[in-house]
């Protein structure tokens, strides 16, 4: 059985931080690339950040340089520090695994996820 589980969100003024984590079950996360999307009201859910098993980084334009992802394949996670938060930011934070072919390809399983609000 797949389990994804997020953590870590909450009420941030603009400027702070935040570190969203994903506890994944084994089968799925061991071979599997990893991604956190995002949606925010009346949004499409939009992929914010992946890694590849082997760590490798990818990131939406609209948070380069602000958000970072990372793996702990000992612990089953996956992490969102997210740094500089913005009022557009604010979205419910989904942690999925997928492949990497080229591009993030996900898989269709999905955890409750995560609020975060930024606030202005």
């Known amino acids: 059985q797949v389990q994804l589980v997020e953590s870590g969100g909450g009420l941030v003024q603009a400027g702070g931080s935040l570190r969203l984590s994903c506890a994944a079950s084994?089968?799925?996360?061991?071979?599997?690339?990893m991604g956190w999307y995002r949606q925010a009201p009346g949004k499409q859910r939009e992929l914010v950040a992946a890694?590849?098993?082997?760590?490798?980084?990818n990131y939406a334009d609209s948070v380069k340089g602000r958000f970072t992802i990372s793996r702990d394949n000992a612990k089953l996670t996956v992490h969102l520090q997210m740094n500089s938060l913005k009022p557009e930011d604010t979205a419910v934070y989904y942690c999925?695994?997928?492949?990497?072919?080229?591009?993030?390809?996900?898989?269709?399983?999905w955890g409750q996820g995560t609020q975060v609000t930024v606030s202005s």
């Open positions: 999925n695994p997928g492949r990497w072919l080229g591009g993030y390809i996900p898989y269709d399983y």
């Open positions: 084994g089968s799925i996360f061991s071979v599997n690339a």
């Open positions: 890694i590849t098993g082997s760590g490798v980084t």
